[in-house]
């Protein structure tokens, strides 16, 4: 197990809990996403991964490292790399290239190595050619990619993206769900947390917050068509789902309740052929 804890709860201020006896496991190479409305505990959860956040209560070990010991959180750093919501926030340096040498100088990697590694980086995101650019001329989606570059030279583990397509476009989004998908087919974990429910569709595993606890885990199939959850969790399911339902109501019924828009239109075809 990559990411393996129990009874973690956390407050921010004394009081109140934004995580409620947490439980979660997560096996390496798996690709997760964590649903939930706003408020829910998706961020505080994944900012414990990578200590950006104390464990205050409860136990979590991430890459057999335990999160109660302290002096093993810069290389859980590393290992556990994250992606935010604003691009515009993730840059610190004039040039993309210094932006990810940066990173690396900081987890002190070889310096013979750095330049390489930039160049691998971003190549896998697929900014070759941007070496030179100042990061805020970028469009956002090119910065995410770069951010996401800065991450994946210092070579995690674990890449969590924190609603890191929120800001972007549907084609920025794309090219980020495509390196998402790059990344978990090279056998990364991938970790994400979104409020579009249809990019829970392609996950292994979905998990629903809701209040500071875990409401439900399971393959997207088992989380996405069940209503009573879904509503629960204070979510809309996607859209096929819904008009499944919405279909059945009015005496349709699809033999099976799609997730996606082409296994809608293959369970309409299919009741189309048979009348
Ligand atoms: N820095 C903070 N200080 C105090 N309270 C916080 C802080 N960050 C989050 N909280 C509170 O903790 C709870 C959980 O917040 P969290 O950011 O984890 O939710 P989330 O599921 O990521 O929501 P969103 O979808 O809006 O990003 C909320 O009640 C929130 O107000
Ligand atoms: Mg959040």
Redo the contacts with the bound molecule.
């Keep these: 197990m990559l990411v393996e804890g129990k009874n973690i709860s956390f407050s921010?201020?004394g009081f109140?809990l934004?995580?409620r006896d947490v439980a979660i496991k997560i096996e390496k190479g798996e690709f997760l996403v964590i649903l939930?409305?706003?408020?829910?505990?998706?961020?505080?959860?994944v900012?414990h991964f990578n200590a950006l956040l104390p464990l205050e209560q409860g136990e979590l070990r991430v890459a057999q490292i335990d999160l109660r010991d302290e002096k093993d959180i810069w290389l859980l750093r590393r290992l556990c790399g994250m992606v935010f919501?604003n691009p515009d926030n993730q840059f610190v340096s004039s040039t993309v290239e210094e932006d990810i040498a940066f990173g690396l100088e900081n987890y002190e990697a070889p310096r013979d190595e750095i330049p390489e590694r930039v160049r691998a980086a971003l190549a896998l995101v697929e900014m070759g050619g941007y070496e030179k650019r100042a990061p805020d001329t970028l469009s956002g989606g090119q910065k995410q990619r770069v951010a996401l570059a800065g991450v994946l030279a210092l070579e995690p583990e674990i890449i969590i993206f924190?609603?890191a397509t929120a800001m972007l476009d549907p084609s920025g989004r794309q090219e980020v769900l495509a390196i998402m998908d790059k990344l978990h087919k090279a056998g990364k974990t991938i970790i994400a947390?979104t409020?579009y429910v249809e990019e829970a569709v392609a996950a292994d595993k979905v998990i629903l917050?809701q209040k500071?606890r875990i409401l439900a885990c399971g393959s997207p199939e088992a989380i996405l068509t069940d209503l009573d959850l879904m509503k629960a969790a204070e979510l809309l399911p996607p859209l096929p789902v819904r008009l499944y339902h919405d279909l059945r109501q009015a005496g349709v019924h699809l033999k099976n309740c799609p997730l996606t828009n082409e296994e809608l239109v293959k369970e309409i075809w299919q009741l189309k052929s048979k009348t």
């Design positions: 921010y201020d109140s934004a995580l939930g409305a706003n408020g829910a505990g998706k961020s505080t959860l900012k919501q924190d609603e947390i409020h917050m500071g």
